[in-house]
C-alpha cells in the first residue's frame, strides 16, 4: 500500500511534464506540411467550383528551414521552402515563413496557419 501512495504522485507529476512538454514543441515538417495542405484544400474547394481541377494548386514538397517560439503564446514562426504547381504560372518555388498554433483542423485539433490580424509579427 505504501509503494502505490508513493508511486501515484510520481506517475501523475510525470504524466503532466510530459504533456507540458508536447504542448511546447514546434511543429514538425510533417506537421507544417499537413496545415498547409489543408490550408490549399480549402482554396481548391473553392476554385474547383468556377475552375474546375485545372484551376487547383497542387502541393509538391515542403521543406521545414526553421521554427521558433513567437511572442504569441502557443503560436511557432516557422521558415518552409514550399514547392507547388499553381494555375497558369505552373511549378513555383518559394522560401517563405507561416505562424503555426494548435487548433480546429475541422478534422480535430492539429496545427493550423495561423493568418490576419491573429499572427505573430
Keep these: 500500500m505504501k509503494n502505490l ?14 504533456l507540458l512538454v508536447g504542448c511546447s514543441r514546434a ?8 496545415a498547409y495542405t489543408n490550408e490549399v484544400e ?3 474547394a473553392l476554385t474547383r467550383k468556377f475552375g474546375g481541377d485545372s484551376m487547383t494548386i497542387k502541393v509538391n514538397g515542403l521543406k521545414k528551414l526553421d521554427c521558433k ?5 502557443g503560436q511557432f514562426i516557422c521558415q518552409v521552402e514550399i ?5 497558369i ?17 475541422g478534422n480535430g485539433q492539429g496545427w493550423v496557419i495561423v493568418r490576419g490580424v491573429d499572427a505573430a509579427p
Excluded: C, R
Design 89 to 105: 504560372i505552373g511549378v513555383h518555388h518559394q522560401n517563405t515563413q507561416l505562424t503555426l498554433a494548435q487548433g480546429d483542423t
Design 42 to 44: 480549402q482554396t481548391n
Design 83 to 87: 514547392d507547388t504547381t499553381l494555375p
Design 69 to 73: 517560439a513567437s511572442s504569441n503564446k
Design 27 to 34: 511543429p514538425s515538417e510533417s506537421d507544417i506540411k499537413t
Design 5 to 18: 501512495a508513493l508511486t501515484t504522485p510520481i506517475a501523475l507529476i510525470l504524466a503532466s511534464s510530459i
